[in-house]
T-cell receptor, first 117, second 115 residues
Framework: AQTVTQSQPEMSVQEAETVTLSCTYDTSESNYYLFWYKQPPSRQMILVIRQEAYKQQNATENRFSVNFQKAAKSFSLKISDSQLGDTAMYFCAFMNPLSNSGYALNFGKGTSLLVTP | DAGVIQSPRHEVTEMGQEVTLRCKLISGHNSLFWYRQTMMRGLELLIYFNNNVPIDDSGMPEDRFSAKMPNASFSTLKIQPSEPRDSAVYFC???FGAGVTDTQYFGPGTRLTVL
């Protein structure tokens, strides 16, 4: 099974600064999708950004961008101009093929990000 | 458009009781996933339905857990009898399909506490 590793259990950043959350994965698949989900204290799982492995261009969504290094199997999330509302748990996820058919998300353990004033 | 709806948001019950968690899919979606989140194991897939049919239930812990999808827009996850180790946050997610390109959208979760 594919594995997703987030090596930073906790991080903090000051408001307006930039922070990068790391994620590595292991797979033998040729085409796949990677995701970052955000889970604020409300517990809601919110999709932040996604990246298709075939696309060389890094995905960007407003202040959120990724650095996708396919050869290194690395998928980091950069948050620019951090805001207090960015405080949350961030999960890196891989779209994992299921044995019968279809795909489901395989999540990393998460990184807890605290944005301070 | 309404997102995935889950009820209840919180459930506290005593060991041995039956618990039923409910989920309403986003309109037009045909794939439904139940995930469980615990401190020890993180987020893990329990079961996946496509077009109301259970496709993969390899993540269901044991026979005490059962899930149904009686129609295209609604699913239940039942635990009978419940045990303290079932305490967790249970999420359902839906997607338009179950391909590698189909993004899953999550409900707000149900926090279950079994005393």
């Amino acid at each position: 099974a594919q594995t997703v590793t987030q090596s930073q259990p906790e991080m903090s950043v000051q408001e307006a600064e930039t922070v990068t959350l790391s994620c590595t994965y292991d797979t033998s698949e040729s085409n796949y999708y990677l995701f970052w989900y955000k889970q604020p204290p409300s517990r809601q799982m919110i999709l932040v950004i996604r990246q298709e492995a075939y696309k060389q261009q890094n995905a960007t969504e407003n202040r959120f961008s990724v650095n996708f290094q396919k050869a290194a199997k690395s998928f980091s999330l950069k948050i620019s101009d951090s805001q207090l509302g960015d405080t949350a748990m961030y999960f890196c996820a891989f779209m994992n093929p299921l044995s019968n058919s279809g795909y489901a998300l395989n999540f990393g353990k998460g990184t807890s990000l605290l944005v301070t004033p | 458009d309404a997102g995935v709806i889950q009820s209840p948001r919180h459930e506290v019950t005593e060991m041995g009781q039956e618990v039923t968690l409910r989920c309403k899919l986003i309109s037009g979606h045909n794939s439904l996933f139940w995930y469980r989140q615990t401190m020890m194991r993180g987020l893990e897939l329990l079961i996946y339905f496509n077009n109301n049919v259970p496709i993969d239930d390899s993540g269901m812990p044991e026979d005490r857990f059962s899930a149904k999808m009686p129609n295209a827009s609604f699913s239940t996850l039942k635990i009978q009898p419940s045990e303290p180790r079932d305490s967790a946050v249970y999420f359902c997610a839906s997607s338009f399909g179950a391909g590698v390109t189909d993004t899953q959208y999550f409900g707000p979760g149900t926090r279950l506490t079994v005393l």
